[in-house]
């Protein structure tokens, strides 16, 4: 699945309760897995969603003295001047796009996929709805930020997603992606999809993890972009004449 030739584990899945009529993809931070995503999930599941939390591969990261560990791509620093990635940001893209294309042939169209992801994952989520040509339901993006920013609004030129419902949410006492990195990043996807689609939630005392009242507003906010499909067809007027309701 993953086109840096490092191989990957299967990714965590959380099956729908019932008949999948959408999907999430949710991308871990550096240094974690899918599998306590997948654990999150649960605890929050709609039964006719399907959760998938892939694993990054592992990867020598540069700003953990070359060590391997789970990583979307490398990171060179911090700060916001740090040189990024350019080439390994748009090659994990085009994998996570290669997840949703598998998706759709399993018969869930790309406009009930949500994408998202944490600090690291949650960056690629943004990057990737951004440049893609499949349109998404929108993006859940956790303690992250936009990377490669200054080749925006160039590199969503052809986004079929201008559109896209994104909620963005951070800790106001993050240590490690700071909180103006999140109100910043805000701001910029306001210049990039339409500005009322974006809603920035802070939570105070919050450091660079999740808490349940976050996960709480992740739900709804899945529950509306992906509300239940009835199975059911609608009486019509013409049935319930036939069932003398009429």
């Known amino acids: 699945m993953c086109g840096n030739n490092m191989s990957a584990p299967l990714p965590a899945i959380v099956p729908a309760a019932r008949k999948a009529t959408a999907a999430v993809i949710f991308l871990h931070g550096l240094g974690d897995t899918g599998h306590g995503w997948a654990e999150a999930f649960e605890g929050i599941r709609i039964p006719h969603v399907k959760y998938i939390c892939p694993h990054a591969p592992a990867m020598p990261v540069s700003l953990n003295m070359r060590m391997s560990m789970p990583a979307w791509f490398d990171i060179y620093g911090l700060s916001p001047e740090a040189i990024e990635d350019e080439t390994g940001i748009k090659r994990a893209s085009e994998n996570v796009k290669a997840m949703i294309d598998q998706e759709v042939k399993n018969g869930i169209p790309s406009h009930r996929i949500l994408l998202?992801?944490?600090?690291?994952?949650?960056?690629?989520?943004?990057?990737?709805?951004?440049?893609?040509?499949?349109?998404?339901?929108?993006?859940?993006?956790?303690?992250?930020?936009?990377?490669?920013?200054?080749?925006?609004?160039?590199?969503?030129?052809?986004?079929?997603?201008?559109?896209?419902?994104?909620?963005q949410c951070h800790g106001d006492s993050d240590p490690l992606v700071p909180f103006m990195f999140g109100t910043q990043t805000a701001e910029k996807m306001k210049s990039l999809i339409n500005p009322a689609n974006v809603t920035f939630k802070s939570y105070r005392g919050l450091p660079h993890s999740a808490c349940p009242e976050e996960m709480i507003d992740v739900k709804r906010f899945i529950e509306k972009q992906l509300p239940a499909i009835s199975d059911q067809p609608r009486e019509t007027p013409g049935f319930l004449l036939a069932c003398g309701k009429a």
């Open 116 to 167: 998202g992801g944490f600090s690291q994952g949650g960056a690629l989520s943004l990057y990737t709805a951004l440049t893609s040509q499949q349109k998404l339901a929108g993006v859940v993006a956790l303690s992250c930020w936009l990377p490669l920013r200054k080749s925006f609004p160039e590199a969503a030129a052809n986004s079929a997603n201008k559109d896209m419902h994104v909620l």
